[in-house]
């Protein structure tokens, strides 16, 4: 079993920054997929980036490209969303998901709010 656990989620004005934590139980070295979704009030679930195992680049929603980045720290077993230059259409919940041995994984979620 994986827990996920996301932290540094609030309230930020037009243009600001947040850093989001996913915390994972267990190794992260043998993941086959690591990624963080979003869902707007009122909208469904959107991929936000993801690193794909035997990839060397991680993946981008249209939305976010140049303005968010994923990483991961395998030493500290955790992944990170930097989120630069936000936007009040960036306002959501903010998912983090893995597929470890092919079994989907998924944190509680953490608000972000993004004021105009």
């Known amino acids: 079993q994986v827990q996920l656990v996301e932290s540094g989620g609030g309230s930020v004005q037009t243009g600001g920054s947040l850093r989001l934590s996913c915390l994972v139980s267990?190794?992260?070295?043998?993941?086959?997929?690591m990624d963080w979704y979003r869902q707007p009030p009122g909208k469904q679930r959107e991929l936000v980036a993801e690193f794909i195992r035997g990839t060397l680049n991680a993946n981008y929603a249209d939305s976010v490209k140049g303005r968010f980045t994923i990483s991961r720290d395998n030493a500290k077993n955790t992944m990170y969303l930097q989120m630069n230059s936000l936007k009040p259409d960036d306002t959501a919940v903010y998912f983090c998901h893995v597929i470890r041995s092919y079994m989907n994984y998924w944190g509680k979620g953490t608000l972000v709010t993004v004021s105009s």
């Open positions: 267990g190794s992260i070295d043998n993941m086959q997929v």
